[in-house]
């Protein structure tokens, strides 16, 4: 959070001096949540954009897979499809070797709830697929993901798949000055929970845009009026994990792979949100 001092006029707009309105609500934010520390980024007006064609690129690329994406297909051709395209575009895939992750983009199947790496497994009739494109473009970070059912999936695999980009849909609708981050993850769990679904816990959103995870944290469950409070020009993803099962997750021994514990299928959808003035702008969005 940007500091404010305190007689300046509370950024909510209503008049009044920041000690007066908003400044004990962010500080007890700050208190209770650890996630909530001082270092979220307000963007200027050209990191918006800079950030916007970064995600525009990496949703370009999330379309093409679409098409690209076929059974019988290795998560390492879905990788090396994605590591050229994004060379060829002036831009770099975030992932390889951020951290030491090893390849250009994550893969995620069934149970493999995120940060999958790819292989030489083979794609088949039935697998539930996430791909996860981060662009550097000029700089900017451009991080969004989508599913891709592999031929004909399971009835269970389907409202899975459907209910999980519901709640990032739910969960955008949240975003507008002055709602918290709390409020998001507060409406996407009880979107996942109602339909008997579980949010994965280990793994939160994460501001985005002049580096590969920033300030704040966007966990996909909690309680509303809770968490950092949204201020114009945030940038941030949401990236609900909802698994059929139990929450709980585990690393395997690539110590990056993420798993359900109990083998459940697990579904993820990302966006990179902007905070305006009045709402949210979609910026790894489809332009229209
Ligand atoms: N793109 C992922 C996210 O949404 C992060 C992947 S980190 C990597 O935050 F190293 F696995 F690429
Ligand atoms: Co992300
Ligand atoms: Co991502």
Redesign the pocket.
Known sequence: MKNISRNAPCPCGSGKKYKRCHLKQDQQSQRFQKSSRPGIIIKSKEQVEGIRKSCQLTCRILDLLHEFIKPGMTTDQVNDWVHEYTIAHGAYP??LN??N?PKSV?TSLNDVI??GIPDGTVLKDGDILNV?V?CILDGFYG?A?RMYPIGEISEEAKKLVHVSKECLDIGIQQVKPFNTIGDIGFAIQQHAEKHGFSVVRDFCG?GVGLE??EDPQVPHYGNPKTGPVLMPNMVF?I?PMINAGRYESRIMSDR?TAKTVDGSLSAQW?HTVWVTETGVDVLSAPAS
């Open positions: 975030a992932p951020y951290r992750f994550c995120c940060h996860d981060t991080d993901n994460h590969f995870h993803t990236e990056w990302e």
